[in-house]
Nanobody
């Protein structure tokens, strides 16, 4: 199993970036892909998550209305479109794989539980600065 995160970079406040998480080595059925981020000096936090089977999406309150998660199952890739970026979005962004069953059964915030994730990508840096 491999997850390859890419698409990070430097952008000015108000700008946009699209992150990609290319997955390989497993079939997507039965899993979701989540995006997390870790800012300097802070703990890793959940950003968004999408079920690979039915496309159900989850978002952290801090990014709702600004970020959009999507998937292309033919390419085994999950995208995170980030708009209206602010300096508070500066972080290393990671994608991870999580079995969908505990996400569906564990309540609306269960996708944010990092201990449910079994594989992680290497992270991609997003810097928002003027």
């Amino acid at each position: 199993v491999q997850l390859q995160a890419s698409g990070g970079g430097s952008v000015q406040p108000g700008g946009s970036l699209r992150l990609s998480c290319a997955a390989s080595g497993f079939t997507s059925d039965g899993y979701a892909i989540g995006w997390f981020r870790q800012a300097p000096g802070k703990e890793r936090e959940g950003v968004s998550c999408i079920s690979s089977s039915d496309g159900t999406t989850y978002y952290a309150d801090s990014v709702k209305g600004r970020f959009t998660i999507s998937r292309d199952n033919a390419k085994n890739t999950v995208y995170l479109q980030m708009n209206s970026l602010t300096p508070e979005d500066t972080a290393v962004y990671y994608c991870g794989r999580v079995p969908i069953v505990p996400v569906r059964l564990g309540g609306p915030k269960s996708w944010e539980h990092q201990w449910l994730y079994d594989y992680w990508g290497q992270g991609t840096l997003v810097t928002v600065s003027s």
